[in-house]
């Protein structure tokens, strides 16, 4: 069964200070790692696909890598907008390729 | 262009009354997903639709829960008998194949009393 740990559950940080946060996974074969953002009251907001060990990508102040157990999305010089909860989850390559297994979120709190 | 959208966005009913969630995929997109998101919970995974067939049930918490999907277009979720613990968010997901990048609505917030 495929399974979604993210850490820390909150993270505080304040305006400027870099900081990552982490999603473990285990799956029999991945076939895409996402990251989603969702802000309170509504449905999660689409970021990164990262299909490979060693891929990175980079959106604004965000950049998401992956290892064969783990990926991270790593926050620099983060602004308040990016106060949110973010979501990890993965697909997997055998079966049941269409569905996503879900972490439970980081909350993430940008003080100015 | 438009993206998924939920109705209603909000739902409070009462404990054994039955209750209907509608989605609406972006157009042409021929796979929908259901998910569900209790506090404190990650999304869990209930239906998923490719056109207007249910390859995967699996997770429907029981046969209190049903949805249908009407060609490649509207899905409803229906709760029947509603209980305490069907109180979350319900969202829904689509995707222009089965294994691509999955686009959320809004989710509808049920809240059973």
């Keep these: ?112 | 262009g438009a993206g998924v959208s939920q109705s209603p966005s909000n739902k409070v009913t009462e404990k054994g009354k039955d209750v209907e969630l509608r989605c609406d995929p972006i157009s042409g997109h021929t796979a929908l997903y259901w998910y569900r998101q209790r506090l404190g919970q990650g999304l869990e995974f209930l239906i998923y639709f490719q056109g207007n067939s249910a390859p995967d049930k699996s997770g429907l918490p029981s046969d209190r829960f049903s949805a249908e999907r009407t060609g490649e277009s509207v899905s409803t979720l229906t709760i029947q008998r509603t209980q305490q613990e069907d109180s979350a968010v319900y969202l829904c997901a689509s995707t222009p194949s089965s294994q691509e990048t999955q686009y959320f609505g809004p989710g509808t917030r049920l809240l059973v009393l």
């Design chain 1, 1 to 112: 069964e495929d399974q979604v740990t993210q850490s820390p559950e909150a993270l505080r940080l304040q305006e400027g200070e870099s900081s990552s946060l982490n999603c473990s996974y285990t799956v029999s074969g991945l076939r895409g790692l996402f990251w989603y953002r969702q802000d309170p009251g509504k449905g999660p907001e689409f970021l990164f696909t990262l299909y490979s060990a060693g891929e990175e990508k980079e959106k604004e102040r965000l950049k998401a890598t992956l290892t064969k157990k783990e990926s991270f999305l790593h926050i620099t010089a983060p602004k308040p907008e990016d106060s949110a909860t973010y979501l990890c989850a993965v697909q997997d390559s055998g079966g049941s390729n269409y569905k996503l297994t879900f972490g439970k979120g980081t909350l993430l709190t940008v003080n100015p």
